[in-house]
């Protein structure tokens, strides 16, 4: 019976020191300690930062209003912020221009263009900055965007991939899927979470859900016109 008991006391202490030594991160053959939390990707992150965008619409004193380089500028800047832009769209006119009257003329061709590129008059945001000391006091124009930033690759060159004493991951492992990743993320600012998401179609739910009922297909139906071909640029 004491025999029983000593090997019972012996295997527990065994099992400890099996446990313990699977999420040790010191030698070979164990098993790393951040295999227990998350996944291999989770192990490469992808950043995300704040940027703040910045045109400067020149005037011109011997002008009445924007010249059309100008105008195109704006115009171009615009499409961004209506593709990436976050928060208001900050325009700044001077507070001591050298001509007043053009540069409140230049305020309102910006408003007017960013009506017409679909930026309501609630999300721009007037301002004013202090000129003195400059050669030229433009018209400038902000929006805050987000950029992806990929995670720092170990070099392979550093790695020894013939160490096959331990089963672990290489530390490159999934860190060339997050960095495609972050290259090719349209918004980064989703890995930030938050944004609402629009309102499911209810009627097309309602007639996918009779069709299914009905035993009917769901799929799209495809017209004649409709069409696929294979490549066949590899035989």
């Known amino acids: 019976m004491m025999?029983?008991?000593h090997l019972l006391i012996g295997a527990a202490f065994s099992a400890t020191l099996v446990i313990t030594?699977?999420?040790?991160?010191?030698?070979?053959g164990h098993v790393p300690a951040e295999y227990f939390s998350g996944t291999t990707l989770d192990r490469n992150p992808i950043g995300v930062s704040q940027h703040t965008e910045y045109l400067e619409?020149?005037?011109?004193?011997?002008?009445?209003?924007?010249?059309v380089a100008e105008l195109m500028k704006v115009r171009a800047f615009l499409d961004d912020y209506t593709d990436v832009g976050h928060g208001p769209l900050v325009v700044s006119m001077p507070h001591k221009a050298s001509n007043p009257q053009l540069a409140v003329g230049a305020v309102a061709e910006v408003r007017q263009l960013a009506w017409?590129?679909?930026?309501?008059?609630?999300?721009?945001?007037?301002?004013?900055?202090?000129?003195?000391?400059?050669?030229?006091?433009?018209?400038?124009?902000a929006f805050k965007t987000y950029k992806a930033i990929a995670p720092k690759c170990t070099s392979l060159a550093q790695i020894d991939v013939t160490n096959a004493v331990s089963n672990s991951d290489l530390p490159s492992l999934g860190c060339a899927v997050r960095t495609n990743m972050a290259a090719m993320i349209a918004e980064p600012s989703d890995l930030l979470g938050g944004r609402e998401l629009d309102e499911g179609d209810l009627d097309r739910r309602s007639r996918q859900l009779e069709l299914w009922r009905n035993g009917e297909t769901s799929a799209a139906v495809r017209s004649d016109a409709e069409s696929a071909v294979v490549s066949n640029a590899v035989n």
């Open 3 to 5: 025999m029983k008991k």
């Open 21 to 28: 030594g699977c999420q040790s991160n010191g030698s070979a």
């Open 57 to 67: 619409v020149q005037m011109d004193d011997r002008d009445n209003q924007l010249r």
């Open 116 to 141: 017409e590129a679909g930026v309501g008059y609630e999300k721009l945001l007037g301002a004013s900055y202090n000129a003195d000391g400059r050669a030229s006091t433009p018209i400038i124009m």
